[in-house]
Nanobody, 115 residues
């Protein structure tokens, strides 16, 4: 069982920045494939960014150049740095882990971009 705890959401003005953090339990974090998803009201959950255990990353087209996913394996933590935020980035952001074929989710953290 892997537990994921997100933090760092909040209210920010358009053009601002936020950094989300997701702390994971377990002793083999370096082998986890980690991802950030988001879900806006009335829309399906979508992948925002992923960090693969081998070191590669990928991003949704809508966030490329603005968001950066990173991980600190010593701290069992994955981050999502979000810059140049737009109102359409408003959503609940969820941390996701794929570990030996099983999928785990965090509880989600609200990000609201509004003036």
């Amino acid at each position: 069982q892997v537990q994921l705890v997100e933090s760092g959401g909040g209210l920010v003005q358009p053009g601002g920045s936020l950094r989300l953090s997701c702390a994971a339990s377990g002793s083999i974090f370096s082998m986890y494939n980690m991802g950030w998803y988001r879900q806006a009201p009335g829309k399906p959950r979508e992948l925002v960014a992923a960090s693969i255990s081998g070191g590669s990353t990928n991003y949704a087209d809508s966030v490329k150049g603005r968001f950066t996913i990173s991980r600190d394996n010593a701290k069992n933590t994955v981050y999502l740095q979000m810059n140049s935020l737009k109102p359409e980035d408003t959503a609940v952001y969820y941390c996701n882990a794929l570990v030996t074929g099983r999928v785990y989710w965090g509880q989600g953290t609200q990000v609201t971009v509004s003036s």
